[in-house]
C-alpha cells in the first residue's frame, strides 16, 4: 500500500521549477499530487507521477538530482475534521509526520492526503489500525 | 622624518657594494652552517667563491616553503640553539609550520627595520602607537613591538580582537597611531561609528596596515573614516616577519629595506628575473640575518620593483602593492587557505562530487567564503532537515580543515562551469 513519490532538488535560482516542470510536460507525464518545501537555500520539488521511473530517468538525464521514495496515500472525506482522524491514528502509536500534503478529488466528495512518516510501514499500520482508508498505488493514479 | 638616512639613502652604487659583500657573507653563513644549504650548492656544484657580482645571485638554489617547512622545527638554523633567543612561526595551516630564529643581533635588525618603516608613518618619541597585530608566535605583534621601542614611542601591546575595549583604549590614551591588518582597521571605524564615537575627535594620525592584500580602495576608506594616513607594510615570517618593506608617505610603492633583504623578480615559470617595472614574483633574500639565513625564499607574492628616485629622498628600491599571488594561495582573514585544502575536506564526504567553487566577498570588511558544492544523489533526501544535515556536516569537515566557518551552498549537477584543463576553483570577488 505503498506510494513511489519523486522528489527533485531545486537550486534556489530562476527557472528551475519550472524546467523540472516542462520536462515532465515534453514526456507528457500527468502529475497527480505536487508539494514544494522551500528554505531559503534550496528547494525540494515532490510529486506523484503514475510512472515514476520514468519521470526519474528523463529527471535525471536532464541532471537534476532526483529520489523516489515511499509515502503513504490516504483518502479522507472532504469535510470538517477529516485530517484530524488521519492524524490522530498516527498520534495514538507515536508516529511522527515528517511532511504531508493534500489534494481534492475531482468528483470533489474525497480529499486525498500524502504522507510521509519517518518509519512507512509503521505508519501504514497505525492508519489501518485507525480505521483510515490507505489508498494504493492505482487508486491513486486513476483518481 | 627618515630613520637611518645612512642605509635608507645610500647611493645605488654604495648600496651595490655594500649588498655584494653582505651576499658573499651570508651565501657562505648558510653553506657552511646550514646542513641543508650545503647539500644544495654542492649538487649544483657552487660554493660561496662563485659569488663575484650580485648577478651570480642566479646561480643559487630557490628556497620554497616545502623547503623550509620540511626542516621543521630547527633544521634551518644556523647558529647552535645557544644563540637563538626568540622563535616565531607562521599559521602551519597546510601542514607543520615554518619556523623563524632569531639571535639578539636579529632582534636588533628587526627592530631597526621596524623603526625605520614606522618613521615613515611618522612616529616619533612621543607617539603612542597602539598595536593591535596578534601577539604570539605571529610575528605581527612582536615586530611593531621591537620597532616602537627602539624609537622610544609608548607601545600599547592591546594585541588582536576586542574591539570595545580596543576602542576605549583609543579614546582613554590618546592613541596617535594604528597598526594592524587593514580589514580590522576598517572594521575599528565602523564599530567605533556604530557606538557614537566621533572619529574627528581621536588623536590618530596615521595607521600602518599589513599582512593580508589590500587595495587603493581600501586606503581611501580607512583615511576618510580614521581620520588618518593609512600605509602599507609589507613582511613574512621566513624572511623576518613585518618590516621587509614600507610604504613612505608618498604612498607610490613600499621601500625595501635592500641592505638587509636582497629583492629580485621572477617569472615564475621560467624562473629568470625580469626587468624592473616588469610584473613577477618576489624572491628574497636574507643579506644579514644570522639565527636563520635565507638564500631566495620565493615569497609567492606578485609585485614589480620601481628604482625610480622618489620624492621622499629614500633610495631603497620600491616595490607595488602585491597584486596577487603566483600559486592558489588565498588569504582569509588573516588565515592562509589552499582550496586543496576544501578539495581534501570535500572528498571526505561519500557519494559528493568532487566539483565545487569558492567564492570569497568582503561584504563588510571581514572576508567570507562561499563553496558552491553541486549536489547527488547521495546528498539529497525528500526530507528538508536531512539536506541541511548533509550541509552542517560538509561545513563541520571544511572547518575541521581550514579552522575558518563557510557557508555550504548545494547546487545542481553540472551546473558548475567546466573549464578545459584547469577548472577555475576560485572566484575571489574583493578586488584585491
Known sequence: ?143 | MIWNREAECMSAEDMSELQLQRLQAVVKRAYEYVPYYKKRFNDLNIGPEHIETLDDIEKLPFTSKTDLRDAYPFGMFAVPIDEIVEVHTTSGTTGKPTVSGYTEEDLDIWGEVMARALTMTGVHKSDKIQNSYGYGLFTGGMGVHYGGQKIGATVIPISAGNTMRQLEIMQDFETTVLTCTPSYGLYLAEVAENEGIDTGKLKLKAGCFGAEMWTEEMRQELEKRLNISAQNIYGLTEIIGPGVAMECSIKKGLHIFEDHFYPEIIDPQTMKQVSDGENGELVLTTLTREGMPVIRFRTRDITALNRDICECGRTQVKMDRITGRSDDMLKIRGVIVFPSQIEKALLKIDGLEPQYQIIVTRPHHLDEIEVMVETSPALFSDEVKHVEEIKKNIEIKIHNEIGLRVNISLVEPKSLPRSEGKAVRVIDKRNL
Not at chain 1, 485507525?130 to 492505482?138: A, F, M, P, R, Y
Open chain 1, 1 to 143: 500500500m505503498k506510494l513511489k513519490q519523486i522528489s527533485v532538488f531545486l537550486e534556489n535560482r530562476k527557472g528551475r521549477l519550472w524546467k523540472a516542470l516542462n520536462i515532465l510536460s515534453l514526456a507528457k507525464i500527468n502529475i497527480r499530487a505536487l508539494s514544494i518545501a522551500d528554505t531559503s537555500e534550496f528547494g525540494i520539488l515532490r510529486i506523484i507521477v503514475p510512472e515514476p521511473e520514468l519521470a526519474k530517468h528523463i529527471l535525471e538525464d536532464a541532471n537534476f538530482v532526483v529520489k523516489v521514495n515511499d509515502v503513504i496515500a490516504v483518502s479522507i472525506s472532504d469535510e470538517p475534521g477529516g485530517l484530524d482522524s488521519v492524524l490522530e491514528a498516527l498520534n495514538m502509536l507515536d508516529i511522527n509526520v515528517e511532511y504531508l500534503y493534500a489534494f481534492v478529488e475531482k468528483k470533489g466528495k474525497n480529499a486525498i492526503v500524502i504522507i510521509r512518516t519517518e518509519d512507512i510501514d509503521a505508519g501504514i499500520n497505525a492508519l489501518e489500525k485507525g480505521g483510515v482508508t490507505v489508498l494504493s498505488s492505482e487508486e491513486v493514479y486513476s483518481l
